[in-house]
């Protein structure tokens, strides 16, 4: 009978630390994975800032490519909810951009020269300065691109190039609110 009753509480023990561990185990992992850049490193002193519309100076006349990048860039902004987005004459800084390039070129060349996929490649200048302190905080281009099948040169390229001002303007964020 006593060695029964060793043997239950040696079990129970042993279930007892096995989920002890466990527990541990999920309290590290989620405490590890809890950590956020958002607002990381944006000083005190700037809580708004101003997007105005991009600039093209690409010389591609893309139709309506500065405006798809400022609104991507001001819904960027506003989901971060890092910096609120307001008008240039209430900001405590501002986000100046302009398009710099905008590359079409073969991606993928297959056998017999046959063009198989196409890279969207655009440029972006962006600068950066605190209203407050009156400086430029960074005056950086940032460069993203996006393939799309050489078969669908027109809402394939529409998309390679939505795709891209998506990744620019993610840079573009990051940059603005973590990179200091």
């Given at each position: 009978?006593?060695?029964?009753?060793?043997?239950?509480?040696s079990?129970?023990?042993i279930?007892?630390?096995?989920?002890?561990?466990?527990?541990l185990?999920?309290?590290?992992?989620?405490?590890?994975?809890?950590?956020?850049?958002?607002?990381?490193?944006?000083?005190?002193?700037?809580?708004?800032?101003?997007?105005?519309?991009?600039?093209?100076?690409?010389?591609?006349?893309?139709?309506?490519?500065?405006?798809?990048?400022?609104?991507?860039?001001?819904?960027?902004?506003?989901?971060?909810?890092?910096?609120?987005?307001?008008?240039?004459t209430?900001?405590?800084?501002?986000?100046?951009?302009?398009?710099?390039?905008?590359?079409?070129a073969?991606?993928?060349?297959?056998?017999?020269?046959?063009?198989?996929?196409?890279?969207?490649t655009?440029?972006?200048?962006?600068?950066?300065?605190?209203?407050?302190?009156?400086?430029?905080?960074?005056?950086?281009?940032?460069?993203?691109?996006?393939?799309?099948?050489?078969?669908?040169?027109?809402?394939?390229?529409?998309?390679?190039?939505?795709?891209?001002?998506?990744?620019?303007?993610?840079?573009?964020?990051?940059?603005?609110?973590?990179?200091?």
């Amino acid at each position: 009978m006593i060695s029964s009753i060793r043997k239950k509480n040696s079990l129970i023990l042993i279930t007892v630390l096995n989920l002890l561990f466990v527990v541990l185990i999920a309290i590290n992992f989620t405490s590890c994975c809890a950590y956020s850049f958002t607002g990381a490193s944006v000083p005190e002193h700037l809580k708004t800032i101003a997007i105005p519309i991009a600039d093209d100076r690409s010389g591609s006349g893309e139709p309506g490519l500065r405006e798809s990048l400022t609104q991507k860039l001001i819904q960027k902004f506003i989901d971060d909810n890092t910096l609120q987005v307001s008008e240039r004459t209430s900001a405590n800084a501002i986000l100046e951009c302009s398009i710099v390039s905008l590359s079409d070129a073969p991606a993928i060349v297959s056998a017999g020269e046959n063009i198989a996929s196409r890279r969207v490649t655009i440029g972006v200048k962006v600068i950066y300065r605190d209203l407050v302190k009156r400086t430029s905080i960074f005056e950086k281009t940032f460069s993203n691109y996006s393939d799309y099948p050489a078969g669908d040169p027109i809402t394939g390229r529409q998309t390679a190039i939505d795709a891209a001002i998506e990744l620019i303007s993610e840079d573009i964020l990051l940059d603005t609110v973590s990179g200091w």
